[in-house]
């Protein structure tokens, strides 16, 4: 299995824009979970998925932030209008019922100019 | 609300010797998970050891182990035989225990401490 997939890696936009970051959880796995992680404010939950319904969105900062997740296959965050503030690293993750423990994809660093 | 707490922001230990990092836990769940994650300067978010709650015995893993003291709500990681390759951030995480067996909800991250590791 190729694990979590994210992209992009990197991601350098401008103030103003929008800015969409992919995910792709682990085959089989009915949770996923969007994490941002700051020196601040360390890994806070964003929001998360269960068999493609969101369950908790509370740590969702604002309306410019929105998370969706069509299928079993692919969830995207978007942020639109970015700022500079919203600079980060951004985690994805996915897990299943009985798991324990998740796994994390390699992260979206986002730096908003 | 469960709080996890790492009062060690940073730490250092000579390679090949034996580090203690700490973490303590504020839950008033009776079953739940414990974890520590390991991210390298790649970034990478990688599970080291979790423990049961509910099993009295501290978990172990080749040259990890913890010290589970549940009326404590204190929850350790031991590092033996310390590596170059174990220079990380460290993370301690609380999950609830789901109504099915296995996880439930999120994880709850501490801060993180900072190891490193010197030749």
Redesign the interface.
Known sequence: DAGVIQSPRHEVTEMGQEVTLRCKPISGHDYL?WYRQTMMR??E?LI?FNNNVP??DSGMPEDRFSAKMPNASFSTLKIQPSEPRDSA?Y?C?S??????????G??T?LTVV | AQTVTQSQPEMSVQEAETVTLSCTYDTSESNY?L?WYKQPP????I?VI?Q?AYKQQNATENRFSVNFQKAAKSFSLKISDSQLGDTAMY?CAF?KH?N????Q????????TKLSVKP
Request: proline fraction near 0%.
């Open positions: 979970f360390g890994l939950l998360y369950i908790d690293v985690f993750a897990s299943w019922t009985g798991g324990l423990g998740y796994t994390f390699s992260g660093r | 998970y974890f790649s970034r990478q978010m599970l979790r049961e993370f999950m789901g099915y067996g296995g996880s909800g999120n994880l709850i991250f501490g801060k993180g």
